[in-house]
């Protein structure tokens, strides 16, 4: 009897508590990027503001008075879509995952064949996300109750998320081996 060991991946769907965990990684890297390039750009605003004012003999408003907080707030909504837009698209069309997701191993595929989104796939998929928050993040909690584990974004954009498991599989074969010499 022969022992060979084969490596190979195994695919299974992504649970609903997997990719909730992978959402969280990814909204902390992009809020966080958000947030550091937000202050960049308000800092950076605010000194020409204040050399401005300067040069007109004004005076100069404190950092945390130059700006209205509700515009503040809108800012960082345009900024983190300006960055989950690429973040998202490119991620799941070039690799198949984000950076929230791979140390997870969880990759987002085509429904039809397991292979590769297409890029207007993963256009759709994020921008579907829209509708998945709605109302009250209904879209993703059906993921829990599907069989495929798909959320609203991956019906809509015909898209598996699975979860790949690297294992070792044993095969025994059927003929005779002489035992080793003693």
């Known amino acids: 009897m022969a022992i060979h060991n084969k490596s190979q991946k195994l695919t299974n769907y992504a649970g ?13 890297i992009l809020t966080g990027l958000s947030w550091i390039i937000q202050i960049g750009c308000l800092r950076f605003i605010h000194v020409f503001m204040a050399l401005y004012l300067k040069g007109k003999g004004q005076s100069i408003p404190a950092y945390e008075d130059t700006f209205n907080p509700f515009f ?86 015909k898209t598996l998320s699975v979860h790949k498991v690297e294992t070792t599989v044993v095969h025994v074969a059927d003929e005779e081996v002489e035992p080793p010499p003693v």
């Open 16 to 28: 609903f508590w997997l990719r909730l965990v992978a959402d969280i990684l990814d909204s902390l």
């Open 72 to 157: 503040v707030q809108v800012f960082n909504l345009g900024l983190y879509f300006c960055l989950a837009f690429p973040y998202f698209v490119c991620g799941h069309f070039k690799w198949g995952t984000t950076l929230g997701k791979k140390p997870l191993n969880i990759y987002v595929v085509n429904e039809s064949d397991l292979g590769s989104l297409k890029l207007n796939q993963s256009v759709i998929r994020f921008f579907s996300y829209g509708l998945s928050y709605l109302p009250f993040c209904a879209g993703f909690l059906m993921a829990a109750f599907q069989p495929r584990k798909q959320g609203l974004h991956d019906l809509i954009a």
